[in-house]
């Protein structure tokens, strides 16, 4: 009887208490810039890069918020703007959107286009305020400006870590504010 008084108290304690697994997912909101940035050319192109650890997941959660402001005198047929990762072309759109200023635009990023090292996203701008070719090269009323609120979302999940990972995941690059304080000692 002591016996089954004891389970049923047990029991009920484990069902009023969840206990929930850690799921190991990382999140980063990395910005892509610390301040705005001025793209004032008929042709501009601006590039960001990030690391990805040997032993690092990429998640499907993964996507590019751009945030910018442009100039009211772009001809909005002849100004286009578009997002790359690795070189890889993902979303083009017109600059010109008068639903709402600041324009922000978020783009997903497909986890098999992530490389292991070095990853780039260029933002790439075509814009005319002017019609006809060479003729917005002194325009000072020809501008984007990318907003530094623009970030890297990256959702992530570490591997199992194998011998050929080392020196991660001690030493990761992915926004730990601890990595360059390590210090490995070899006997």
């Known amino acids: 009887m002591m016996r089954r008084v004891i389970l049923t108290l047990l029991l009920i304690l484990i069902f009023i208490f969840p206990v929930y697994a850690n799921s190991g997912v990382k999140i980063y909101n990395l910005p892509i810039l610390r301040e705005g940035k001025v793209l004032n050319l008929p042709l501009n192109s601006y590039s960001f890069w990030f690391y990805i650890s040997p032993g690092v997941e990429i998640l499907d959660n993964c996507y590019l918020e751009l945030k910018y402001s442009y100039a ?34 978020r783009v997903k990023l497909p986890k098999y286009l992530f490389k292991k090292g070095f990853n780039e996203i260029t933002i790439s701008t ?49 926004g730990t504010k601890y990595s360059k304080f390590l210090n490995f000692y070899i006997p």
């Open 126 to 174: 075509r814009q005319r305020s002017i019609e006809g070719l060479c003729k917005d090269l002194d325009n000072d009323a020809n501008w984007i400006v990318i907003h530094n609120n623009s970030l890297l979302h990256l959702e992530t999940r570490d591997k199992s870590f194998q011998i050929k990972y080392y020196p991660y995941p001690f030493f990761g690059l992915i």
């Open 72 to 105: 009211d005198t772009l001809l909005e047929k002849e100004s286009f703007l578009t997002i790359y990762l690795n070189g890889y072309p993902l979303y083009t759109k017109k600059v010109v959107d008068k639903t709402k200023i600041p324009v922000s635009v």
